[in-house]
């Protein structure tokens, strides 16, 4: 199904540009107000964002659209995305939305949107909604006396404080850590920092001063190198860098070093194998998670089922095939014993506790496996070409897949939310990963130049 909208991830784009303006939010509001509003209750919608200044702007609209269709909206401020899933949930509401464009930098903007159940909603519903926006909805809005209200809600943020401290086991205590945690100046910057103090860590926060213009500038886990240096500058134990709306989580051990999506996965598999709380005898995750993640689990009697990009796909995979653990390689850790969707903030805190458990560095306990030489490179290309069907990039993708053999992987994707060709190889040879990779990103350079 071809869609105008919806990518893997929401709705995106550019701020005030199409499909992030007014005019379309408005609409979405409208769409999805119609679809959810069933029975004779007051229906309710509550919804987040994240320190964009562009939030403003889309809130208003989609209030607009909301309480046109007859749906009272509780405005919940800044909060992270996962903490809008878990209150639509708490709330009893009929659908959550969460205004944010995740790592990506302030000028884009988008529009994530929940089920009753706390999850993302299905293709056949966005679909169903891009048919609504591309409608005249004139004849199916709320009567004078039925329009929705609106409402600033205070308290909510406790409320996900709570809850995510509640997810470490009980009687485990933080202190005697030293943790620094950067918030991206996005939508965890008070909620994070809060739940680690509480937990009795020594916390040192950074980029949690936002302006509206600087989420996800030079912070945050896809740019960590200010994280590094404070960790090893205040010789702390750990550091945990969150993205714009906190769904995904990079962490920093006490050498300064990265611990990517792939390793939090095998930290978490390992322990939860021990423990019993795993529910299948694997885990779920893209095609872009390292072969080495796969070799690691099939060491340990565990298997890994691959997904699409995108953490929807993996949560899909999860809930049709029983498994309680997966995630991406970026971050996206989703733990669906505690949550819906990926939270960032509770996967470090599950991170945490066997750290605790295991009375090891970071260093140690985050380093499961060797990763297999991997190589990701992107090539920006014009909107509405196609340089996938090119017959040299076709060709040369076909020459790539025989170079690198069995023994490698190669994935060649459009980005859901950008422009470009992402290109992904991976072998025991790094040099042959390199090659392959820059003879693809060459040959689709030439054809979208």
Not at 14 to 27: H, L, S
Not at 46 to 64: N, P, Q
Not at 226 to 252: S, Y
Not at 395 to 405: D, M, Q, Y
């Amino acid at each position: 199904m071809t869609r105008s909208y919806f990518g893997t991830d929401g709705i995106r784009g550019q701020a005030n540009r199409w499909p992030i303006t007014p005019e379309v939010a408005m609409k979405v509001g409208m769409a999805v107000g119609v679809i959810f509003r069933n029975g004779g209750h007051r229906h309710r919608v509550v919804l987040g964002k994240d320190t964009r200044l562009s939030g403003y702007m889309i809130e208003t609209a989609l209030v607009a659209g909301f309480t046109s269709a007859g749906m009272d909206v509780f405005q919940l401020g800044p909060i992270p995305t996962p903490a809008v899933a878990m209150l639509t949930r708490s709330l009893r509401a009929d659908i959550g939305v969460m205004i944010s464009a995740s790592h990506n930098a302030f000028v884009d903007n988008g529009i994530k949107i929940f089920g009753p159940d706390g999850f993302k909603l299905s293709d056949e519903v966005e679909g169903e909604i891009e048919r609504l926006i591309e409608s005249d909805l004139s004849g199916r809005l709320a009567a004078p006396a039925d329009l929705g209200r609106a409402k600033r809600v205070d308290g909510v943020r406790d409320r996900y404080v709570e809850y995510a401290k509640r997810t470490l086991p009980r009687n485990m205590s933080l202190e005697g850590l030293r943790i620094v945690v950067d918030c991206a100046n996005g939508a965890a910057y008070r909620t994070a920092p809060e739940v680690l103090w509480e937990l009795g860590a020594e916390v040192f926060s950074i980029g949690v001063e936002p302006d509206g213009l600087n989420i996800n500038k030079d912070c945050g886990s896809t740019s960590i190198g200010a994280l590094c240096e404070k960790v090893r500058e205040l010789r702390a134990d750990i550091g945990i860098a969150l993205d714009g709306d906190a769904d995904r989580v990079i962490l920093v051990d006490e050498k300064g070093e990265a611990v990517d999506g792939d390793q939090l996965m095998a930290v978490v598999a390992e322990s939860w194998k021990e423990s019993g709380q795993l529910a299948q005898p694997g885990i779920v995750a893209t095609v872009m998670s390292n072969l080495g993640l796969e070799r690691h689990l099939s060491d340990i009697g565990l298997t890994l089922a691959r997904t699409k990009v995108g953490d929807r796909h993996v949560v899909e995979h999860m809930r049709q095939h029983g498994f309680n653990l997966g995630g991406e390689q970026s971050g996206h850790i989703i733990l669906s014993d505690f949550s819906t969707t990926g939270d960032g903030l509770v996967a470090a805190l599950q991170v945490l506790a066997v750290v605790r458990q295991q009375n090891k560095p970071v260093s140690e306990v985050c380093r499961r496996f060797e990763p297999v030489p991997q190589v990701l490179k992107n090539v920006r290309f014009a909107g509405g070409a196609s340089p996938l069907d090119s017959e040299s990039v076709v060709t040369s993708i076909e020459a790539a897949k025989g170079r690198l053999g069995a023994g490698g992987r190669l994935v060649i994707r459009p980005s859901g939310t950008e422009p470009l060709i992402r290109v992904m190889a991976e072998g025991d040879d790094v040099d042959l990963v390199n090659a392959v990779v820059d003879d693809i990103c060459a040959a689709l350079t030439r054809v979208a130049a």
